[in-house]
């Protein structure tokens, strides 16, 4: 028997063929539809999965749109939410075929079972139809007063759904005067929250074209509302609990003993669990308090160990906003982490990011009494197999060493990183102590000893090589290889592509030739000045006896 040909090879059987397997689902869609007999609604199950499944990989199945509403007839809830699922999703791309699932939708909002009325609401609001509207109305009213929560919960976000529809016809119906009420009176806080959440953005979009609607939101901020939502504050969610602290941030107290009554109340936020809630209790502190010296000092004291053990806790992602954070309070009081140093060591396990910021909290808290161990912590990071983070290692070395009185171990740490001949590491350590010799002249000696026995071969990033240059002229009476050193990147001048390299290396010429530049040196000059008199500042004769 022939093999079959390409166009005889049928598709793998998880993947439908076309028209014809659509129209098979179509057809056994519409035998069940009336069926009620046993095992009929697995047999749905199985069917609603493949529907779901090709809509999910994107293949069109909208022409089942009929026999699936026609299915939804069922007291099944797992049924009814694959239904839901397919309606929304062809309702946005097929106003015309969202009319078809309004009766339904409305027979279930008046179902017994409290779940399926809220799934029907939450579906019914989800259309996005604008011809629809009319039908929303009611069922939303019912929705905000129904005795079951979950209804409750899910009609709040509803009328947010309506006013993105149709803002007149949610206003107009006095929906934000009805979750305002909610907002106060309501016994479970999720209904709350969704409350406070539609509240907020409706009233922000009406504000800007609505006065009536600004002094509304300012309502929100006023103090009945504020403390009613402060003294419930255990129950939400952690979502609400963050939705609600920055509600607070924009409550302004009347007097002071407000903002303690606030910090006394929220004082065991800072031990939550969440991260969000922290900062956000962290936040609120430091803004009630920004015109409050002393008590806003205390304020950093309170929320130090708060920060230090979420640094120390959680995903990488937690500990990196947590730094972050971290690191905005160090550059406004650095003396007040100086002794906590060790939390912002890094890590084997830390990801880049993370030991990057670390780097630069050392550098932030460095101060007289623990630069000793910063700088040891640091020269261990300069071996480091990234090496982003061995040079970010260096750079802070170098930092620490330009805003410290005391640089003796600096610098000698700092000569130790040019005996490890890695060229990037050498390249960080020839710029810094440039950097630092220009601020502590003193240290010249030193420095010089170890740098005259660097070759420019092996420091091939142009600025580095621009370091070198700027203390090889400098300081060249104190190096008597100097002018041999300069030889060599005279003789690379035509392959220097670095303008900064060329801009230090023509005055320190001048420099170094009158100290010391003897028989061939002298020639090499000439020639090269001839070739190129601009790059040596004008006509050789000017500047060489």
Same mark, same amino acid.
């Given at each position: 028997?022939?093999?079959?040909?390409?166009?005889?090879?049928?598709?793998?059987?998880?993947?439908?063929?076309?028209?014809?397997?659509?129209?098979?689902?179509?057809?056994?869609?519409?035998?069940?539809?009336?069926?009620?007999?046993?095992?009929?609604?697995?047999?749905?199950?199985?069917?609603?999965?493949?529907?779901?499944?090709?809509?999910?990989?994107?293949?069109?199945?909208?022409?089942?749109?009929?026999?699936?509403?026609?299915?939804?007839?069922?007291?099944?809830?797992?049924?009814?939410?694959?239904?839901?699922?397919?309606?929304?999703?062809?309702?946005?791309?097929?106003?015309?075929?969202?009319?078809?699932?309004?009766?339904?939708?409305?027979?279930?909002?008046?179902?017994?079972?409290?779940?399926?009325?809220?799934?029907?609401?939450?579906?019914?609001?989800?259309?996005?139809?604008?011809?629809?509207?009319?039908?929303?109305?009611?069922?939303?009213?019912?929705?905000?007063?129904?005795?079951?929560?979950?209804?409750?919960?899910?009609?709040?976000?509803?009328?947010?759904?309506?006013?993105?529809?149709?803002?007149?016809?949610?206003?107009?119906?006095?929906?934000?005067?009805?979750?305002?009420?909610?907002?106060?009176?309501?016994?479970?806080?999720?209904?709350?929250?969704?409350?406070?959440?539609?509240?907020?953005?409706?009233?922000?979009?009406?504000?800007?074209?609505?006065?009536?609607?600004?002094?509304?939101?300012?309502?929100?901020?006023?103090?009945?509302?504020?403390?009613?939502?402060?003294?419930?504050?255990?129950?939400?969610?952690?979502?609400?609990?963050?939705?609600?602290?920055?509600?607070?941030?924009?409550?302004?107290?009347?007097?002071?003993?407000?903002?303690?009554?606030?910090?006394?109340?929220?004082?065991?936020?800072?031990?939550?669990?969440?991260?969000?809630?922290?900062?956000?209790?962290?936040?609120?502190?430091?803004?009630?308090?920004?015109?409050?010296?002393?008590?806003?000092?205390?304020?950093?004291?309170?929320?130090?160990?708060?920060?230090?053990?979420?640094?120390?806790?959680?995903?990488?992602?937690?500990?990196?906003?947590?730094?972050?954070?971290?690191?905005?309070?160090?550059?406004?009081?650095?003396?007040?982490?100086?002794?906590?140093?060790?939390?912002?060591?890094?890590?084997?396990?830390?990801?880049?990011?993370?030991?990057?910021?670390?780097?630069?909290?050392?550098? &932030?808290? /460095?101060? $007289? =009494?623990?630069?000793?161990?910063?700088?040891?912590? #640091?020269?261990? %990071?300069?071996? !480091?197999?990234? +090496? &982003?983070? /061995?040079? $970010? =290692?260096?750079?802070?070395?170098?930092?620490?060493? #330009?805003?410290? %009185?005391?640089? !003796?171990?600096? +610098?000698?740490?700092?000569?130790?990183?040019?005996?490890?001949?890695?060229?990037?590491?050498?390249?960080?350590?020839?710029?810094?102590?440039?950097?630092?010799?220009?601020?502590?002249?003193?240290?010249?000696?030193?420095?010089?000893?170890?740098?005259?026995?660097?070759?420019?071969?092996?420091?091939?990033?142009?600025?580095?090589?621009?370091?070198?240059?700027?203390?090889?002229?400098?300081?060249?009476?104190?190096?008597?290889?100097?002018?041999?050193?300069?030889?060599?990147?005279?003789?690379?001048?035509?392959?220097?592509?670095?303008?900064?390299?060329?801009?230090?290396?023509?005055?320190?010429?001048?420099?170094?030739?009158?100290?010391?530049?003897?028989?061939?040196?002298?020639?090499?000059?000439?020639?090269?000045?001839?070739?190129?008199?601009?790059?040596?500042?004008?006509?050789?004769?000017?500047?060489?006896?």
């Amino acid at each position: 028997m022939a093999p079959q040909t390409q166009s005889q090879r049928l598709p793998p059987p998880s993947q439908p063929s076309g028209k014809g397997e659509v129209g098979e689902l179509k057809m056994q869609l519409r035998q069940l539809a009336g069926s009620r007999a046993p095992g009929v609604e697995d047999l749905k199950r199985e069917l609603y999965k493949k529907v779901i499944s090709y809509m999910t990989v994107g293949i069109d199945v909208s022409s089942l749109f009929s026999e699936m509403v026609m299915c939804s007839a069922t007291s099944d809830i797992v049924l009814k939410k694959m239904c839901y699922l397919y309606v929304g999703n062809y309702a946005r791309v097929h106003p015309d075929l969202a009319l078809l699932t309004i009766n339904f939708l409305l027979k279930d909002c008046q179902d017994d079972d409290p779940m399926i009325r809220g799934l029907a609401l939450r579906s019914l609001c989800s259309l996005s139809v604008k011809n629809l509207v009319e039908y929303l109305v009611g069922p939303l009213r019912a929705g905000l007063q129904d005795s079951n929560s979950y209804v409750r919960t899910v009609a709040a976000i509803g009328v947010l759904k309506l006013y993105h529809i149709s803002p007149t016809t949610c206003t107009e119906s006095d929906f934000p005067v009805a979750l305002k009420a909610l907002l106060l009176h309501d016994p479970d806080a999720q209904v709350v929250a969704n409350c406070l959440s539609s509240l907020q953005e409706i009233l922000t979009l009406e504000g800007n074209s609505s006065e009536e609607a600004s002094k509304e939101k300012e309502l929100l901020l006023s103090k009945p509302v504020i403390y009613a939502l402060l003294n419930r504050i255990r129950e939400f969610s952690e979502w609400a609990q963050c939705l609600i602290l920055d509600l607070v941030v924009k409550y302004i107290p009347s007097e002071s003993s407000e903002i303690f009554d606030i910090m006394n109340l929220l004082e065991d936020r800072l031990q939550h669990a969440n991260s969000a809630v922290v900062l956000a209790t962290i936040n609120l502190f430091l803004h009630l308090t920004i015109s409050m010296a002393d008590v806003h000092q205390q304020v950093y004291e309170r929320i130090k160990a708060p920060l230090l053990t979420l640094v120390s806790s959680g995903s990488p992602e937690q500990s990196y906003a947590v730094l972050s954070h971290l690191h905005l309070l160090v550059t406004r009081a650095p003396i007040l982490f100086s002794s906590d140093y060790k939390h912002f060591y890094c890590r084997y396990s830390d990801p880049s990011y993370v030991k990057k910021l670390k780097l630069e909290m050392l550098t &932030a808290v /460095a101060n $007289e =009494s623990n630069t000793y161990d910063i700088v040891t912590e #640091l020269s261990e %990071y300069a071996a !480091n197999v990234d +090496v &982003a983070i /061995a040079r $970010e =290692s260096v750079r802070a070395v170098g930092q620490i060493a #330009l805003q410290q %009185y005391d640089v !003796n171990a600096i +610098v000698d740490r700092l000569l130790q990183f040019l005996e490890m001949e890695k060229d990037y590491i050498t390249a960080e350590t020839l710029v810094l102590v440039k950097d630092l010799l220009r601020k502590y002249p003193q240290w010249s000696h030193d420095c010089i000893a170890v740098v005259g026995n660097v070759s420019s071969s092996n420091v091939p990033e142009p600025k580095a090589k621009a370091a070198l240059v700027w203390m090889l002229g400098e300081y060249s009476q104190d190096m008597l290889d100097a002018p041999y050193v300069l030889e060599s990147l005279i003789d690379s001048w035509d392959e220097e592509d670095s303008a900064e390299v060329l801009r230090r290396l023509s005055p320190k010429l001048q420099t170094t030739c009158s100290v010391a530049f003897a028989d061939c040196s002298d020639k090499v000059l000439f020639q090269e000045a001839s070739r190129n008199p601009e790059g040596f500042g004008g006509c050789p004769g000017s500047w060489v006896g």
